[in-house]
């Protein structure tokens, strides 16, 4: 228990994963609505079951999480359900790795505490019933922390880059922790990352005429100021001050993302394990050359999740130092927080836009049928519809209809807000509907 009492040797572990698994079910029933991005690595995974793997091993999203996805649909199972599944299992096996990962470095009393918060830990859980890597890429990263052989490691360290571009910090990383191992050690790792690494590199190299990590650089590169650059390391050379100006607010921004990824409930008990246990800040040095190098680049609430384990030890540990406080009281705190964790896990934050997403995916479908090419900055709509989504680069209506334009698509969405003046609608654009009270507004294009 995280504060106070005692069970059996694995039996906490056991218990995590059963409350594991059933709560991360009971979130899979509720039906939660789609992340954006959720279409389009669905989409990956269905151009893979058709053998277009060079195509998704270059592509704009990270490959292995389609793959697995993919794997699993070719048993049978309805594509979503497969990508729901695939991050509920992997935030399952993320949980004895945190385990083994906690023990070592803080003890049997502090993995069993950390196993179980991350049983029931609303981020982790949520992100299970997702159609999103980040908990693949969390898993990997567990792993990788735990990994004996250089081998081994280096081969996860290739792993997560593959799951998230970000993952690639693995590789220097690991090189740091083997320095004082000898020469055949440091090639093992760099080898077996390399190689693991290689095909989506060479498919990048292939698909986009560039050496580069992911075909995000360019975007990013855009984002710092350094228009026309196409890659980070060109953006750094060109202006290198621009870049680390743009750094400096991502790291501020995605401290904060991280500390609410762990939640309020947890962020007493990690204070106090990080200033208690010198021991756990092995994995909290991990989460932070993450967050102050790849992420500030590109801060995001969701790129927080695959970080939550390695805030786990510290909070662990506070939570002990907490139960030895309040000594009787422990066992009543530890049923609150359990369940206060429970019900953040599986409440419904966003029930307007889960209905505004079902409204206009009705209605595209109802008036036009399936199949439709739908331009809009979010997937989802086009996926509920059964058909195509096309994601313009940016919200600017010119763009959209380009995109629309291009490809002969029929119907655009986009959000009055996005519409202002003095850009008026084009001839050949007609606004049809306005769904969600006026939230969005749907145009025919062309005809």
Known sequence: M?????????????AALAAGLVVRVA????????????????????ALLRGKVLAVLGGYYSPLYPAAVAGLAATGLRLELAGRATALLAGLAALPLLHVLVRRCAGERAADAAVLVAAVH????????QVLPETLAGALLLAWLVARRADVAGALAGGAYLARPEGVLLLPLGLWRLRRARLRALVL???????????????????TGHWQLSPREARLALLTGVPGATTLAEAALRNPAALLARMAEGVARQVLYDATALGPLLVIPFLLGVGAARETRGPLAVAAWFTALPLALNPSPRYAVPLVPLLLPATAAGLLALGERLGRHA?????????????QALWVSHPFDAACSREVSQLVLERYGPGQALVAVDGRFAYGARGRALVPPTTDPDDALALARRSGARLWLTRPAWIRPPWTPPADAHAVARPCGGTFVLFEVGG
């Open 2 to 14: 995280p504060l106070g009492g005692k069970l059996r040797p694995g039996g906490p572990l056991a």
């Open 27 to 46: 979130r899979l029933l509720r039906d939660p609505l789609m992340h954006p991005d959720g279409p389009a690595y669905l989409e990956l995974a269905r």
């Open 189 to 207: 790792y760099a080898g077996a990352a390399v190689a693991v690494m290689a095909p989506a590199l060479i498919a990048l190299r292939a698909e």
């Open 331 to 343: 066992r009543v705190a530890t049923a609150a927080l359990g369940v206060a964790l429970v019900v």
């Open 122 to 129: 609303p981020a982790l859980v949520k992100a299970s019933a």
